[in-house]
C-alpha cells in the first residue's frame, strides 16, 4: 500500500526566507507525485507535479527516488504562499497496482504554512 | 465559476439521519472522487468512481455509499452507521483517456461541511 508523509504540521517563516516543505512516500512502484495547495477560502488545487519539471509560482519540488522524498522548495518566501500544502501520490499507469488505481491519490496529512510579514 | 460544484456548502445533522452530498461537474471527466478532510489527517479517500455506473471503495468506506447514474454527478449519502461524521467533505473529478498531459490531475469543488448534531 501506498503511503505519504509529510511530518511538519505547521511551518513559520519570514518573508523573503527560503522555505522546505518536507514529504516521502512509500511505494512498491514508480509513482507520480503531486502538491496540491489550498489558500485560505479556496478550493485545493494543483501547485505542481514532478514529471512537468516546472516552476510554479517560485516553487520546486524535486523527486528523489533513493529516499523517497519529494521535498518542496523556493528560495525566497512571499506572505501570499501562506496555505495548507499537501503531497500526493498516484501510481502510474505502468504501476504494479494496476489500471483502476490510476488516479487515485493518496494525500499527506498536509502542512500548514505561515509566512510572516 | 463552472467545473465542479458542491452543495450544500453547509449541512447539519442529526443523529440518526442519513444526508446526501450533491457533487456535479461540467468539465466532461470520467473519474470523480469524494475525500474527507479531518485536521492532522489530511485528505482520505471514501469512494471513487472511473466511470458512469461503476464505483470503487477508498479507504474509509464505511457508513457511506454512493452512485454514479450520470457521467455529471456523484452524490455522497453519508448514513447513520458512519460513526464520526462531522468533518468537510471534498469532492473531485478527473480527465481520463490517452495523450493529454494533465491527465492525472484532480480538479477539487469547493467542499461541504457536515456537522452531526
Known amino acids: 500500500a501506498q503511503r505519504v508523509t509529510q511530518p511538519e504540521k505547521l511551518l513559520s517563516v519570514f518573508k523573503g526566507a527560503p522555505v522546505e516543505l518536507k514529504c516521502n512516500y512509500s511505494y512498491s512502484g514508480s509513482p507520480e507525485l503531486f502538491w496540491y495547495v489550498q489558500y485560505s477560502r479556496q478550493r485545493l488545487q494543483l501547485l505542481l507535479r514532478h514529471i512537468s519539471r516546472e516552476s510554479i509560482k517560485g516553487f520546486t519540488a524535486d523527486l528523489n527516488k533513493g529516499e523517497t522524498s519529494f521535498h518542496l522548495k523556493k528560495p525566497f518566501a512571499q506572505e501570499e504562499d501562506s496555505a495548507m500544502y499537501y503531497c500526493a501520490l498516484s501510481p502510474t499507469r505502468k504501476g504494479g497496482a494496476g489500471g483502476t488505481s490510476y488516479g487515485k491519490l493518496t494525500f499527506g496529512q498536509g502542512t500548514i504554512l505561515t509566512v510572516h510579514p | 465559476d463552472g467545473g465542479i460544484t458542491q452543495s450544500p456548502k453547509y449541512l447539519f445533522r442529526k443523529e440518526g439521519q442519513n444526508v446526501t452530498l450533491s457533487c456535479e461537474q461540467n468539465l466532461n471527466h470520467d473519474a470523480m472522487y469524494w475525500y474527507r478532510q479531518d485536521p492532522g489527517q489530511g485528505l482520505r479517500l471514501i469512494y471513487y468512481s472511473q466511470i458512469v455506473n461503476d ?63
Open chain 2, 55 to 117: 464505483f470503487q471503495k477508498g479507504d474509509i468506506a464505511e457508513g457511506y455509499s454512493v452512485s454514479r447514474e450520470k457521467k455529471e454527478s456523484f452524490p455522497l449519502t453519508v448514513t447513520s452507521a458512519q460513526k464520526n461524521p462531522t468533518a468537510f467533505y471534498l469532492c473531485a473529478s478527473r480527465g481520463t483517456g490517452f495523450g493529454w498531459y494533465g491527465l492525472n490531475e484532480q480538479f477539487f469543488g469547493p467542499g461541504t461541511r457536515l456537522t452531526v448534531l
